[in-house]
């Protein structure tokens, strides 16, 4: 490449499109020190006009188009027209950088496609785990792993909302709001707190680790939102609660799952808190590696956008490939998936039951019936009234299993007060 420049085409111009602007500026000099060239953008394109006039394009086609822009960066997220700027830009021969987990989990076959036809490449460090090198770290440091196991807290808006609740006793409202106004959450934060952003994140590593596309439609998704203050505050004193996606290669197939899990003190999730996430990734030789960092903000995942502008770029200016090294995308290879109802783990269980002779019995009872077996049980707080929770932790069962006694203990109207409380235990 013989320009005295690399241009930037970025489209969307949001949190994280001012964040890389910034930082493109502050870190000049490291920039030419590693690219030996600096690096300028030269076209900003967002649906809402703005003030940098002499940047501003109206139509992203426009930059996609300009031969003098050699990198587009697309940060508007969401599906379209995020697909088309992708596809479109590799189409038109540029690389290009984007943080778009939810485009990429979708249209992940697509873009690897293109990826292949047209010889370009697309980096998303900042789409898992914001400033984290978890791609990086997966598809490079971790090249030769036979990966086993992927667990996360993979998304920042709902590890801080359960961090606030938790530590703070803040209400699931307030500390949403927080959440968003830290510019932490997605432009719908229910993308956020019903675990769909985790389970896209879930589905681009667990797709990077195996070779083939795991869509999120095959991933187990619940989410935050129907969580209860109540089992926050009856599980902290032994740990927390914390919304986890979870990829494990079994015997016969892929087990995935995206809900709220009980994390004990003694595992290294438990003292991550707030916008932080963590990535553990076992490999059959490496064992455990873990990730950790700030997984949402301006900061964190501009840096990575930025990260990966200049891999790129050092590989324009040598006139290397840069596909992102290392990866298998090949449609012809199929991964088992495994049902969820047919997944072990141990569980914690709350019931508010009617305070009377015989209520343990029977429930007690019915999971035996169903070949749960339990490990402790017990009533936390003295009951007022005539009700009371009681707290069941189970030996490791079979969720389809735990599921059919749970709908017998829900149907025992006289008494039980609302629907029995299930949440994993995540074990380490
Ligand atoms: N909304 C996302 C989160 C932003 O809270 O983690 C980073 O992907």
Redesign the pocket.
């Known amino acids: 490449m013989t320009k005295e420049t690399i241009n930037i085409g970025l489209i969307g111009y949001g949190t994280v499109g001012k964040g890389v602007v910034r930082i493109l500026k502050s870190s000049s000099k490291i920039i030419i020190g590693k690219v030996g060239k600096p690096i300028e953008v030269k076209s900003i394109c967002d649906i809402n006009p703005i003030d940098k006039t002499e940047l501003y394009v109206k139509d992203f086609r426009q930059i996609i188009k300009d031969p003098d822009i050699d990198l587009i960066v697309e940060l508007i997220g969401g599906y379209e027209p995020a697909r088309t700027i992708i596809i479109e830009s590799l189409k038109a021969g540029k690389n290009v950088v984007t943080?778009n987990?939810a485009a990429l989990a979708k249209f992940w076959g697509e873009i690897y496609t293109a990826i292949q036809t047209y010889q370009k490449s697309v980096y998303y460090e900042a789409?898992v785990g914001?400033a984290i090198p978890v791609i990086a770290g997966l598809t490079e440091g971790l090249a030769g792993e036979e990966i086993l196991e992927i667990k996360g807290i993979?998304?920042?808006?709902?590890n801080f909302i359960l961090s606030k609740m938790t530590k703070d006793a803040l209400d699931y409202k307030s500390a949403l709001k927080e959440?968003q106004s830290a510019g932490?959450?997605?432009t719908d934060p229910s993308?956020?707190v019903n675990g769909i952003?985790t389970a896209n994140?879930l589905a681009i590593l667990a797709s990077l680790a195996w070779g083939s596309w795991i869509k999120v439609k095959d991933i187990s998704v619940s989410g935050i939102a129907d969580l209860d203050i109540k089992d926050v505050s009856l599980t902290k004193r032994n740990g927390s609660i914390k919304l986890i996606g979870s990829a494990v290669k079994m015997k016969n197939g892929i087990d995935l799952s995206v809900q709220p899990c009980f994390i004990g003190k003694e595992h290294p999730f438990s003292s991550v808190r707030d916008?932080y996430?963590a990535v553990m990734i076992k490999g059959k030789n490496s064992g455990d590696v873990l990730f950790y960092g700030k997984?949402?903000g301006q900061g964190p995942?501009a840096s990575a956008v930025v990260s990966d502008i200049i891999n790129l770029s050092q590989f324009m200016v040598t006139n290397t490939k840069g596909i992102i090294p290392d990866i298998i995308y090949d449609p012809k290879i199929k991964n088992q998936i495994l049902p969820f109802s047919k997944s072990k783990a141990a569980y914690y269980l709350r019931f508010t039951v009617s305070d009377k002779p015989g209520v343990f019995a029977k429930l007690a009872d019915i999971l035996g019936k169903h070949k749960v077996s339990i490990a402790s049980l017990s009533q936390p707080n003295i009951s007022r009234g005539d009700f009371a929770d009681i707290v069941i932790i189970t030996h490791p069962s079979v969720l389809e299993d735990l599921n059919s006694a749970l709908k017998e203990i829900k149907s025992l109207r006289s008494i039980i007060k609302s629907a029995p409380v299930k949440i994993k235990i995540e074990t380490f």
């Open positions: 943080a987990k789409a914001g993979l998304n920042g808006t709902t959440a932490f959450a997605e993308f956020d952003d994140k916008e996430n997984g949402a995942a």
